[in-house]
């Protein structure tokens, strides 16, 4: 078992910058795949970034690429999702999930476990 926490929302304006967390316990989150995902409300949960267990490849969504970094230390058990230069749309709650395949990233149920999620939202 694999338990997730995501921390460091908040509520900032447009162009401002968060890191936010997600921090595991239970196993080695470095032996995970990690996804991190976002939601609004009356809206499906859509696919923001991952990173493979390996630690060497990171894939993103179209509309964050170059303003969102995903990253691990595995010291800390921890993954990050930096975002940078946020714009009113990317305003969601943000998910971390964690499996163990390195296939099928962008599918929110081909993982195993998940956090309770962090509110992001940005004003204009």
């Known amino acids: 078992q694999v338990q997730l926490v995501e921390s460091g929302g908040g509520s900032v304006q447009a162009g401002a910058s968060l890191r936010l967390s997600c921090a595991a316990s239970g196993r080695r989150i470095s032996t995970y795949t990690v996804g991190w995902f976002r939601q609004t409300p009356g809206k499906e949960r859509d696919f923001v970034a991952a990173s493979m267990w390996s630690g060497t490849s990171t894939y993103y969504t179209d509309s964050v690429n170059n303003r969102f970094t995903i990253s691990r230390d595995n010291a800390k058990n921890t993954v990050y999702l930096q975002v940078d230069s946020l714009k009113p749309e990317d305003t969601a709650l943000y998910y971390c999930?964690?499996?163990?395949?390195?296939?099928?990233?962008?599918?929110?149920?081909?993982?195993?476990?998940w956090g309770q999620g962090t509110q992001v939202t940005v004003s204009s």
């Open positions: 999930a964690a499996k163990r395949s390195n296939e099928d990233l962008r599918e929110v149920g081909t993982y195993s476990y």
